[in-house]
């Protein structure tokens, strides 16, 4: 049984705790949107899961949103339809209502991956599209060498690609996301060429695993990378990053269709 909180939250985050601002951080990126409307095709009637405040909702088709958090549904701009209260793992619509179906990072809060992603496919004629991290390669990114609680907890969360695609079945593919240097976006590997953003709590917050750390990591974090930024030292290690183009890490598309 799925537990919520008072806000509705369903996964392991109470966004009306934490979701404020979320939408002032995390705008839709045109580069990453363009990846999901080719994953999930030319279907007229799409399903986002875990919509929050409508990230990329404008990318092609109908879409049926489903959001559980109230916070979150009450950011959602006023030219997209109200979002469905309810939760991936009980999703109220019938077998194959939708020609396609999107979870964009949402799958790693849900409290029931296999059942929620099943529920997907129930409801879905085609293509079911994540937009997810790989929890193999988050501890590559440089935030590691000051946070390493956070991306120690984004690697916990995740399901692996492996599980994902068991749960989904069918045909399915993966593919790398590079994440343009300016993205907008803002989850914590956006951020790889931009190390100050990070320094803002408000940025930090927008990204939920940072909700898992105490303050004491959160303090040292801002200390440690501060004193770093000064004394050039992130510049000698890491400066390279503000110039490159794109980043190619953690972040995923994976895309499963039912067998023909």
Do not use: K
């Not at 999901?36 to 799409?46: H, K, P, Q």
Request: glycine letters at 10%; a negative charge; charged letters at 25%.
């Amino acid at each position: 049984m799925t537990t919520r909180t008072h806000d509705g939250s369903a996964g392991d985050v109470d966004y009306g705790t934490i979701g404020s601002g979320y939408s002032t951080y995390r705008r839709p990126d045109g580069r990453i949107a363009r990846f999901i409307a080719g994953a999930l095709g030319d279907g007229r009637t799409v399903l986002n899961v875990g919509a929050g405040a409508g990230s990329y909702e404008n990318i092609g088709g109908t879409v049926t949103a489903v959001e559980p958090s109230a916070s979150m549904r009450a950011q959602r701009p006023t030219g997209l339809t109200p979002a469905v209260d309810a939760v991936a793992e009980n999703l109220p619509f019938a077998d194959g209502s939708f020609d396609a179906a999107m979870t964009l990072f949402s799958v790693h809060q849900w409290s029931d991956v296999t059942a929620g992603l099943r529920e997907m496919r129930r409801v879905t004629s085609g293509p079911v599209v994540l937009l997810t991290c790989d929890p193999t390669l988050v501890r590559d990114f440089w935030l590691y060498a000051y946070a390493p609680e956070v991306l120690d907890t984004e690697a916990r969360r995740y399901p692996s690609v492996d599980e994902i695609v068991a749960a989904l079945g069918g045909d399915a593919t993966v593919e790398a996301v590079p994440i343009p240097l300016d993205c907008t976006d803002g989850f914590n590997e956006a951020y790889y060429g931009r190390p100050e953003m990070l320094l803002d709590p408000a940025a930090r917050q927008a990204c939920s695993a940072w909700s898992f750390v105490d303050d004491h990591a959160r303090e040292r974090f801002d200390r440690t990378l501060r004193r770093d930024l000064e004394a050039g030292v992130w510049d000698e290690r890491f400066g390279h990053l503000r110039t490159r183009p794109t980043y190619e890490g953690s972040l995923v598309v994976i895309r499963a269709t039912p067998e023909a």
